[in-house]
């Protein structure tokens, strides 16, 4: 079985200091790894992924994310936070094996940028 | 338009009542799934289609049934609503292939008393 976890439900971070939030997963196979982010009444929207390659991905909004595959991580950061990434993020794991089917989440991380 | 769309948004609903929420998508995908957010616990699947003749359960799918009239639309229902099924309810769609994103709905917000 696939796993996701988000040690960190709460994460707070000073407007233009750069920003972690962690996470780590589990799989048999060969992870396909996504971030989302949760704005207030809105739906999930895709930030990054990383599938094979480079293990330093760039997403959108100044976003990006580390693979790690010994320490089985996939950590998005970012350099410079603003007030509004403020945010509730999610990271996500399929297996990258033909069959794969399931798409899971971890239990989320709240994101707040102080002014 | 929104690519996924999904009816209502919010509903308030009673105990033992019946409800169905609506999922259509206009992108083509073949892949659609059901998620319930709650809070703490992240996105759960309840269920997951990859064709219309395609239906499976996911790790919460207890209490739940799903239709996939088309390709376009999945449907998840209650058939008797109790209170801790009161949920923040997504929709979601992936192109067949293994290294694409999701893309979800705007949610509905259910509530049952």
């Known amino acids: 079985a696939q796993s996701v976890a988000q040690p960190e439900d709460q994460v707070n971070v000073a407007e233009g200091n750069p920003l972690t939030v962690k996470c780590t997963y589990s799989?048999?196979?060969?992870?396909?790894l996504f971030w989302y982010v949760q704005y207030p009444n809105r739906g999930l929207q895709f930030l990054l992924k990383?599938?094979?390659?480079?293990?330093l991905v760039k997403g959108s909004y100044g976003f990006e994310a580390e693979f790690n595959k010994s320490q089985t991580s996939f950590h998005l950061k970012k350099p410079s936070a603003l007030v509004s990434d403020s945010a509730l993020y999610f990271c996500a794991v399929r297996d990258g094996s033909v069959s794969a089917r399931q798409l899971t989440f971890g239990s989320g991380t709240q994101l707040t940028v102080l002014p | 338009d929104a690519d996924v769309t999904q009816t209502p948004r919010n509903r308030i609903t009673k105990t033992g009542k019946r409800i169905m929420l609506e999922c259509s998508q206009t992108k083509g995908h073949d892949r659609m799934y059901w998620y319930r957010q709650d809070p703490g616990l992240g996105l759960r699947l309840i269920y997951y289609?990859?064709?219309?003749?395609?239906?499976n359960k996911g790790e919460i799918s207890d209490g739940y049934s799903v239709s996939r009239q088309a390709q376009a639309k999945f449907s998840l229902s209650l058939e008797s609503a109790i209170p801790n099924q009161t949920a923040l309810y997504f929709c979601a769609t992936i192109h067949r292939g293994l290294n694409t994103e999701a893309f979800f709905g705007q949610g509905t917000r259910l509530t049952v008393v």
């Open positions: 289609s990859f064709d219309v003749k395609d239906i």
């Open positions: 990383y599938i094979t390659g480079d293990n």
């Open positions: 799989v048999s196979g060969n992870p396909y």
